[in-house]
Structures are given as C-alpha cells and as structure tokens.
C-alpha cells in the first residue's frame, strides 16, 4: 500500500499502543497474586513506550512523510472503516506526553501504592487507562476515536472507584462515567450526523473534503459541531458537565494526576483540535464562551476549598477551560501548547500533592497542615515551581502558553475572553498561593504535620523530572512544532534570547497584564494566607464565600432538577415497558399461545379411533386439494 | 358384461371404505384388526389389476412384498393383542386410554 521507504519502523506506533494492552491482560490473566512483579510489567511497559516513541520520532521527525498506517476493518456498505494510526506532530506529541508524563505517574504510583493491598489490580488499570488514551490519541478516525473514548470511560471508572469498599469512591466512579456518558450522547449522534452529510469517518478525508467545499456541512453545521463538542465537554468536564471532576478525586492521588493532568481531561482538547476544520464560526463563538465561563467559575470555585486535591482539581477544570477557550478563539496552537505545559506542571502539583499526603499520613485538609516547608524539602520546592509555572511567572512554562492563550484573544478582538483570561490569571495566583502558604509555610496547625515526613525517592525522582519540564517546558519548542502542524507556514528558529522575549514583543499587552495579574494574585495571597491559621476570606466575602465553598450549589441545583426529570423519564419508561412491551406486546403472544395449546390439548382423547379418523380425515382433506383443486 | 379396470378399481375402492369403516366403527381390537387387512387387501387388487392391463409386472411382484410382509405383521400384532388381552382382560378399545394425558 505504501511506496517503500516512506515511513521508518511502520510497526513502532502499534507496538506502542499494544503494550499497554498487553501489559494489562498479562497482569490481570497471570500475575495478580504478584504485587512486586505486576507493577514491574505495568512500568515497563510504558516506559518502553516512551522509549519506543522517542526513536519512532527520531528515525521519522516529527511529521512522517505518510501520516498515517492502516489496516482495513469494516467494510459495511459505502461506510469503510480503517483500523489506522494517524501519526503527525499531534498525534506524536500526545503520544510522548502520555507515555512520558504517564510513565513518571507510573513511577512514582510504585512508591505511592506500595501499602495497598491490589496493588496489581491498580497497575493493569492504569495500564488499560494508557492503551485507551493512546488509543485516542492515535486513532485516525472517529470510530476508532469513540472507541477508545468509551474505553477511558470505562478504565476511568475503574480507577477513580479503585478503593470501592468506601461509598464516596463508589458514588464518585458513577457519577463520572454517567456524566461522561451524557457527552459521549452528543458525540455520537455528531459522529452519525458527520458520516451522514459527509459519508466518511477518516480525519484526513473529512477534512480535505471541507477544504473542496467548505459549505458541505450545509445548514447543520453549527449543530454537528455543537454535538461533537459535547463530547469534549464530557470528556474535558467542561460547564455544565463539570461536575464529574471534583469528585473524581476519590480515587488514588497517582490516578488523580493521571486522568486529570496529563491525559483524561485532555482527550477532549485534543479531539478539538484534531477535528478543528468541522467546526464553523458560530460553533467556535459558543465553546470559547462556554470555556471562559467554565474557567471563571472553576477559579472562583478553587478559591474557597480546603481540600488539597480539589484544589488543584478545580485548577485543572479552570485551565480546560483555557484551552477550550483558546480552541473557540481559532487558536489550536496556543490550546495545544497549554494543554502540553500543563500536563507537566499540573501532573506535578498532583503528584507533589499525594507526596504531601503520604507524608501527613493520608490527611487532605490544608488547615491541617502548615510549615511542610522544613519536612519535605524536595517536595516543597518541586511543588513551588508547579505552582509558579500554573500561575505563570517568566520564564516558567505556564508563562509562554497562557501569553499564547490570551495574545490569541487579543488577536481575535474578543475582549471580554481576554479580561475574563487576565482576571483567571489572577485568581489562579491567588488560590494556588493560598494554598502552598497554608501548606507549607506558617506554624503547624496539626499534630501530625510536625511529623510529617519526606517521601521515598521513587516518589521525588519523578517529582524532580517533572519539575524540570514545568520550568524549561515554554523554551524547548513545543509551540513551533504546534505552530507548524497547524499551519504549512515554516519558520525560523528563533534563538533562545528571542524564545525568551518573544511574548513581549509579540503582544506586550496580554505578556504584561498576565504578570501584573500574577503580582496582584500572589500579593493578595501573601497578605492574607502567609500566617493565617484560619481562612479569612469568609468574613470578608460573606454569602459569595459560602457559595464558593458549596461549588456555585450545581450539585443540588442537579439534585433537584435533572435528578427528579431523569427519574420522571425512568418512571415513563418503566410504566411503557411494564404495560406496553410487556402487557401488551410479550402478553398477548403468550396468552394467544397458552390459549392455543389449551384447545388443541382437547383433541388428545387418548382414543385410538378418534385418531384414526382425524387421520384419514387429514388425508382425505389433502387429496381434494391435490386432486380437485 | 364385459370387466375392466374400471370395475376392478371399483371393487377395490369398496373394499378400502369398508376397511375404513371398521377401523374407525368397530370396538374390538381383533375386529379393527381385520380390517386393516381388508384395506392392503384392497390396494393389492388394485396394485394386480394395474399390472394386468399394463402388461407389467412390477405390480405383482410389490403385491408378493405386501402379502410376506402382512403375514410377518399379523404375527407380531397377534401376539401384541393377546398379551395385552392377558395384562387388560380386555380388548375393547375404551379400555385402553392409558396414553391420554
């Protein structure tokens, strides 16, 4: 199929997607009963992996002359579906961030999981959570891409409900997989409308077909877009599906990092980007809002928790809704962009967090915490630098992608996306502040904070690796190879001075205002939290304290509307299926059968002339139709 | 008057209805009997009148089958009735209604 030497190693990119696959039906088929041995094999093979991946992209660049290898799958009719890998910038970069951010997670989840007893049920889970993810990520069409969507779906449950014995685990795990599952919904029927209008599933056809005739999506083009981005608001728990997020938290702090930084959440960015040519101005116009408002409130949410993870995890829904946002804007690169540095800096926050933890001895509340600072050194200082890259300081990472974000903005004259981005920027500072002041400095609030203790290093290496890529992350190129898959335009290579200034002299009014947010975040924060033994945002903020604090009230405001209609709906259906499927339809049949059988069991008398005659009856019945007729 | 197939078949059909009737009226098992062989008696007229205006013989030779194995049957179906005869002191066919449900 391929002319020969177009693309180097062609079976690399499945190895890469089978081992994970493999890893996981090994371990559960095998080695459960080994904790030592499962965890090994789940490591391996992600780090072989990466490893994998690295040399795929040296022998090939990162844009391989073919794009993409297939095997031929389905052929139903005029819909053919390829089972294929696309393999270009994109998808290659997701690849090194899943299997690379991933493989730290899987590093550092030996040293976290190591008290728990199914330790090996938690690594063929994460196993099978990668094979989805790159899955996704590699997939050339939209089947291939829903399937493995659902499989994260699936894997996601099993980890966010990995300690199930507790209800709140179990509760958590549903509550993500339904809500997803109402996205998922959308995504499908936008996928149906999508082969309909256009008669193709593959990425690469649909999208040079939209270029031939950009009106082929006709009148419906705002609606297939608005359905297929449903699916990233499941996915990318973006309003009013974010619910999901926070709650996820009930799972292990390594599976938090997992799904909610570097992977997960970013599966519906990615798809966003991926299919970016689908979607027409209208579309865009809706998710950029729908991404700002869902940055805001997560921010405003953040503000007011106590618990360190939901936190960060309402910091991770905030920054979705950057990127979504940037994606709304026309502005995949910066989206991409954010989405890369924020799977290193966001992943480290979530591991330093579960470092934090362990070391508290699985107390989550900051107020029980305070001066880690001389308790854990490493862990304070790879989680100050997380946090000063989420908050954007020059020249850490966070700094270049979110410029990026909000320079696109500027571009676009939308101006209340970008006040809306510059005042996120701030309330990010200030929540993320507050809580490393809290945490980390101050007296200790809790007698187990002053014996607190450092983690082991298998749990600090991957921390430090981490560290490293939040702080050099915005330098290394990564907006250039984004820039470039994007756009056919080639462009120098800066040098690294220029790299270093390029935001000020690209759009000095968002580089500026985003550091001046950043001062006002941190000032506030130092003023309020640096020796705060309380929060004393509640005096000050009143009412809006308290609704922070309740999440906005959506989860009750679903409680008492979207439950009770669900149930209603159910209730219809119950009374349909009970009366009409089973009354009437299956009723009647089998009472028509029950009658039948009834009546003829009258004709067996057991007397042997009866028989006799209905016998030659049925013959001589026979012969007048064969005879006469 | 002359006799042809005609009438032959005539007399065989009769034979076959009075077989019929017997099986269907008659009570006694050895009576019922009886007439079953009345009715492969009839399709043995009708099966040699056949091969005699013909002129061919292949239904006469079925008609020496038929009488061997008539004769092998009513046997066999001799001593099932008077087995049963002993085991029942009966062969009536009322009386045997032990197959009904």
Partial sequence: MFPAQSMKYETLPWLILFLPLSSAAVITLFTLRSKTVSSLISIGAIVLGFVLTCIFIAANSFHPAVAETTVSWLAIGNLNVDFGLKLDTLSLMMTLIVTGVGGAIHIYSYGYMHEDRSRARFFACMSLFTFSMLGIVLANNFLMMFIAWELVGVSSYLLIGFWFEK?????????????????????????????????SLNFGELQSALTANSAALGASATIAGLLIFCGAMGKSAQFPLHVWLPDAMEGPTPVSALIHAATMVAAGVYMLCRTLFL??????????????????????????????????????????????????????????????????FKALLFLSAGSVILGMHHEQDIWQMGNLRKKMPITFWTFLLGALALSGVWPLSGFFSKDGILAQAVEQ???????????????????????FFVVFLGEEKSPAAAQAHESPAV????????????????????????????????????????????????????ASLGLLAFAIGLAAAWSWYANAATDPLPAKLGGLATAMKNKFYFDELYEATVIPLHDFIAAVMDWFDRWIVQGACIGLVRGGTDLGGRMLRLMQTGNLQTYAFMFVFGVAVLLYFVLVK | MHVGLHEYLTVSILLFCLG?????????????????????????????????????????????????????????????????????QSAHVEDLTSMKL
């Fill in chain 1, 167 to 199: 209800p709140s685990a179990g509760d958590a795990a549903k509550k993500a997989f339904i809500t997803n599952r109402l996205g998922d919904f959308g995504f499908l029927a936008g996928i149906l409308m999508i082969w309909g209008l256009l008669g």
């Fill in chain 1, 279 to 344: 979607f027409n101005h209208e579309a865009l116009q809706v998710i950029a809002y729908i991404g700002g408002f869902t940055a805001l409130l997560a921010a405003l949410i953040a503000i007011q928790q106590n618990d360190i993870k939901r936190i960060i995890a309402y910091s991770t829904l905030s920054q979705l809704g950057y990127m979504v946002m940037a994606v709304g804007l026309a502005g995949p690169t910066p989206a991409m962009f954010h989405l890369t540095t924020h799977a290193f």
């Fill in chain 1, 413 to 435: 004259h939308s101006y209340l996306l970008f006040a809306n981005g510059v005042f996120i920027a701030g309330l990010t500072t200030f929540y993320t502040f507050r809580l």
């Fill in chain 1, 459 to 510: 749990m600090t290496l991957p921390l430090i690796a981490l560290a490293l890529f939040s702080v050099i992350g915005g330098l290394i190129g990564i907006e250039g190879l984004y820039r470039h898959a994007f756009s056919s335009a080639v462009e120098a290579p800066a040098g690294f001075a220029a790299a270093l200034f390029e935001p000020f002299t690209h759009s000095p009014l968002a």
């Fill in chain 2, 20 to 88: 019929l009737l017997g099986v269907i009226l008659r009570r006694n098992l050895l009576m019922i009997y009886m007439s079953l062989e009345l009715m492969l008696n009839a399709a043995n007229l009708a099966l040699v009148s056949f091969s005699r205006f013909n002129d061919r013989l292949d239904g006469q030779v079925l008609v020496f089958f038929i009488i061997t194995v008539a004769a092998a049957e009513v046997a066999v179906g001799l001593a099932l009735i008077v087995a049963l005869y002993r085991k029942r």
